[in-house]
């Protein structure tokens, strides 16, 4: 009859019978130009329940499946080391626990712990970036942990031919340079999928979602919008089509609430968020 | 040279001469989220004049017809039965002296009372419902009436195979599965009016537009934003489709204004209004 | 290390350790205004972390005390008689455990249902009433029982000479009137205190907040901003003054926190229920 | 049972009946700064529905007085000498017709032509000037007829001695110059009154109030605010004190009310307007 | 090392240096419905940080290209024609020193100027106009100049079929009249453009852009939005097509950013200028 | 007649020139609530054009004296040390020319490095520190350099019974503790500033201003309002008393505009800049 236990909707599970651990990583402490992605775990929490657990797309509903929101960790905003080991070793966790994780962010940058968590378990590992940035720069602002050099970081020990990006419309002509070397570059929309689809089938998945893809109609609330990007229609054809693929582990990064009063940027992260658990949740 | 009667533009012509009859019906009393419909219409009025009078889309002019703006009902908030009432005796009065009905929500259960009295004049009446949610319920939060079910309420009356749903992309399992069997459901966008209008021709229509079919990046500005909605041009080819149809009433609701300091949610609202004001006027 | 249960600050003792207890009635359902208080206590609970837990006022800290924050009622929204059953009850459960009740609201009715349960308990009790309203109609648009009724439901059992208003800047005539022989109706600001103080020491005390007894420079974010209230600085000399008092039970409602995008409102309600808190704690 | 005819709350007598007529005058087109007061008359009038009609601090109650709001001028932005024109060929009207005016406006530059307009009826006029800012300016951005000249034009006409000023908190150097010759310069706030009060009885008053004599925290909506300013308790004692004099003519000016998102701003105005329309009734 | 020359991002080239100089006319003083395009200069540069100096789109980076940001003129909003003099010598002396001009508005009336001068310069220009309006009013609101008449004053010196309209989506019934006697107008969207592409290779080319051209879902931070506009993609794909044309002046106006606190209006101006910037480089 | 470098209002002088030389430190990496500060100073340089160069309250024109804004340090926000070394040597810079330097932050942290600087030049310097919160704690977070811990790490090289704190209402119990023992701290107001007047005339002063020591409803724009503070004609009262002070360097900080979009902070800002600007102009 009372609650302040607070979780995304239809995530509350015990731990030990859920398949899909979520919990968030509240850290923007190298966001160049407006932060406030620290604020996104308890709102898209308090938001989701502005929408139902069924999904008409999927034919799915998450009351059909076991999820457990844990919360958030309780980062050291001023140590991003800390932040950044703190983060691998709950997804550690997780992982040996034989279940798979979701993350919300925080900025992009929190994706690198995850990420190279899920690496260790799975050594061939692909990763799927949708993304309106490369994040490939070899650094930032003098920094080598950034949110602009996050998916280099990861190429660092993945390798080339790995990291499949889409939806791409910003970066140096540097990164872009990098990429045709170096990774699958998909610019402006995400209808290239089609052409890896059958490949990734052979290999573990992890699939990282900078919200910022959206193009800034959709998703005004972020720290450097970039016109240009796609829409939720082509983001669930998307899922679509990836929800064969073996899918170990996720995230949804760079929501900052603040800057959107509407509340449709925090609408459109929690639809994100069902269908992509949906999707992970499939096999 | 002064004026402080607000009238819906171009709708000040006198009741007697007008052939549709527009007025507020500013409730949300069961609204569950995010309340303020209640302020639509005079926002509405407000804003309409930001706007032409000319539809280059139909190539008509509002100016060429006549419409009378009688203003909002005084409606008490606390008594959600009285409210209905009143509208619904407001819609017999226009009906009664011939003319068409146009009503401003409010929240959709405000619907309810205009399809009512429309439908005790015309039994064989169709209703067109272009919304984002089935509101399919057979009730919500422990109420029979309520935004969320009145769908399903006006379904009551009606029966079976005289609802046509558009947009729909949220709701319940068991709304979608009602749906199957009870109305005509069409899903995630307003394309599939091309196989019923022959039928339609057949019959006087009733229209109701719950606003949040449109996306929420058009369509900020109300309680319940559901991503993957239409876009206006996709709705003013689905009016263009209709405009043979005997549409007999009409309504726009869900407009909460409060939620977009842009403004482009009120926009769009006195847009599609024009635009539907017209397609009426067709006949 | 990980923590979704969301309690307001340093109130996460357990329930049956805690002299006081908190919990929150978010309905909104009679605002005639700006609707919103609904969503106000998870607001309070996120924002809380943004003060300390000392009070260099009154020099104490809340680390000292035992408080324990039970969460929201899962009110159901349409059913305004319900709802103010299952606020009474949880007061009456909460007092019958020998503990103390606060509540944040939701709207100003809400506070009817603790004081009659506080009532029935300590039958000679007195009320406080701060708020810009006086809020003793006899009934408001066609309802006996409303944000705008609710002290005059209060004084329908607590009788004459019980209820001490302070703060208020508006009402008709009519409850001024009313006022004048049946409460002691302070005006404008809190200093008359002073007066009642000794009276006052008898009686076990309940203390309702509506905020908006704050001028809306210091407090914006509320349905119905009243100029000409109070500040924090005159309050907290209010709540020193009664400090030796025996308060047996208090709210504080009406924030409304989508009207004020600064966050400035639910800064100095987060504040104010510390102060309180203290306060109560004080014997 | 319905209405579109939307007036400033209690002014909807009949215009012969009326004492006192209300206009809007929605000119902003010397706004230098931050425009948007042409927005202001709709707004209060929407929001004076917010209020009481009953003054707690005058113990008055509009509703036992005639008021007439006839609505807001039909100005072509355009053309700032034929907005003047208009404004002051209305004031005279209303003089005409044995009654006093009161304006909305709009930018200050509005009050020009109803002082005009005032002043060729009594010609021994007294104008009471209540701002943040002298508007002494003899000329602003090469124009001589300015939101920032305006009181000097008035001096123009009215000569030295006639005009008391209020509350005025900036300005430039030459500007405080001229007021010591000129006017009765009066800065930061309101206290002296006092020594005016007796020679003031004996003249016809005009009464302007630029809104931004308010302080930001209270008046935020205002195109240029300047802080430092005057709280509404001590404006309620001011108009205390001139309740005696014969008030023929007023205005309230500068309200911007899309800077001020929670509304405050137009709450405080409304609020202001009732007091000054119930003391200018007082004889 | 320190830095406050604010310029648009790459365009810190020496004057003399520069093929494109940019500069900013604030004026917004015929702004019928929401005035502040005149904020819209300093705002961009602002934001134009927010992205990168490399387009994916036309694989160009404005770091290989000379521009100069000379900064705004410091217009006399009061005088209008003043106003449109300062703006036409400015860009006379931009072509004069053999350099292509590119303006930030202010409002679209300011486009008068640097098309009356460029037209001086090259007689046989043809002006290719992006709006959602026709601004092809004989006059409004009693002026001839403003921001609704600005295309058919251009039309009154350039004549018969040299302007070329694209997007146009709102007008008076006249001018739509007006348009299909006088100039190409192309309704709703850009995709007709490729009928005129050889023709217009023949002739110097000057393009306005009022960026309400854009959905409002995009770019809702303008004085009018019109529901219904294009997209990003879509301009830029007519970009692509216009690249080979001699572009030799261009201007984006009528961003409002007070409009839109989200801040994508801002970031999808300063993309705009990005691409056109690098177009007009493209020869 | 065209302008793009953009300095604080009548700061424009050259370097050479002038006595006080002013320049912005946009950093913000250790805010721990509310991030934003970054982007204060050029908010406030565009902001400054609102208000007057002369001062009323002091009768000092600003055109009187000579003042350089030489504009912001390029900070790496993602190098803290860097970033307070890089201010550090800017101060010693400004200093070695003869000059006294005034700052823009940017977050509380910032004033570490010119009080440093400042010290290193006058060893027995006096800091008078205004601000809602003691900021002595020994660590926040984890990190030694915080705005939370600036004044304990001042304290470290200044030692007992140097630093002077006004308006703190904030802080946990040990904060009051060690500033019972080690510095001077007068809570809530700026009242006691008359106590230390005389003894403060020896010495050679910096005055650190974090704006948040105004009340929220004066200064809503800040990372973490804190309701209870001064306000503007207190402050100014409280310049006067010290304006026979030899203040060799200043700062105002923790304008976070982004969390104010009535702008009312910034005005705020710029008139605190203004007087102490003036202020230490005085000798």
Redesign the interface.
Known sequence: ???????FMACDSEYEKSDIII?GAPF?????????TRFAP?VM??ES????T?S??LNM?MEDYYFS??????L????KT?CLD?IYE?TKEILNDGKKSFMFGGEHLVSYSPIKAVYEKYPDLRVIHLDAHADLRED????EF?HATVIRRVWDFLGDGRIYQFG??????EE?EFAEEHTYMN??DLSQIDEYIEELKKFPIYITVDLDVF????F??TG?????GV???EF?EFLKKIKELNIVGADAVELSP???????SS??AV?VVREMLLVMSNK
Chains 1, 2, 3, 4, 5, 6 share one sequence.
Do not use: C, W
Request: hydrophobic residues 25%.
């Open positions: 009859m009372r609650n302040n236990v607070v979780t919990f923007d402490g190298t966001t160049s130009f407006r932060p406030g308890p929490r308090q329940y502005g929408i139902e069924y008409p797309y509903d929101d844990i919360g958030d960790l309780d050291p905003f001023g140590n800390r703190m709950q930032y602002m003098e920094e950034s791409i419309r910003s970066g140096t002509k872009f610019m402006f193009d800034p109609s959709f005004p609330g450097t919008p970039e016109p240009g829409d939720i229609k669930i603040h800057y959107d009063h509407s509340g449709i609408a459109l639809k």
